[in-house]
């Protein structure tokens, strides 16, 4: 069971220090162009990559369930067969709740593993959910950034200018 632990471990690590270099991005309060720009560039293959990846580990859940409801169903049947017999009054008959434990107390060991793997199945689609719905919202911070930092530049250029006595023409008049 914890071999499943240990991996989906590695795999969050892995998926997390792809995105590092977006942490680096602001460096002393401030956020320097070619970051920015190096950040849009990589967005869509990274993007790409985490719904590829969100994907396939979906897949490998849902898989996975089907395969555990698959082995429930037929311990399922084989136990209700087993104690409810057609010869036996109904009244007298295994409930469904009692079937279920049963189920689980008899394959104790292959039930827990299965519950155990779906479990970090599950948690893993879940925090790839999270990563995808942030990584979502990185897109309108980088263009807002990319565009204030575009209008930075247009106003220093201006200002420039003007401190070197340059005669730039704002507006014309018309005649």
Not at 82 to 108: C, P
Not at 135 to 158: P, V
Request: charged letters at 35%; proline letters at 1%; a positive charge.
């Amino acid at each position: 069971m914890d071999n499943y632990l240990i991996e989906y471990s590695k795999r969050a690590n892995e998926i997390i220090k792809k995105y590092d270099n977006y942490k680096q991005m602001v460096k002393d309060g401030t956020v320097n162009i070619p970051e920015v720009n190096k950040c849009l560039s990589e967005y869509f293959s990274i993007s790409t990559f985490l719904i590829e990846e969100y994907e396939r580990k979906s897949l490998e859940y849902e898989l996975f369930k089907e395969s555990f409801d698959q082995w429930y169903s037929e311990k399922y049947v084989e136990i209700r067969e087993r104690f409810n017999t057609i010869d036996l009054a109904s009244g007298k008959w295994l409930s469904k709740h009692e079937i279920d434990s049963y189920v689980r107390q008899k394959y104790k060991n292959e039930y827990s593993e299965y519950k155990y793997k779906l479990l970090v199945l599950n948690r893993e689609v879940a925090t790839l959910r999270r990563i995808c719905d942030t990584f979502k919202k990185m897109d309108n911070i980088f263009s807002t950034l990319s565009n204030n930092q575009r209008a930075e530049m247009k106003a220093y250029s201006l200002e420039n200018r003007m401190n070197n006595n340059e005669e730039t023409t704002i507006r014309r008049k018309r005649s």
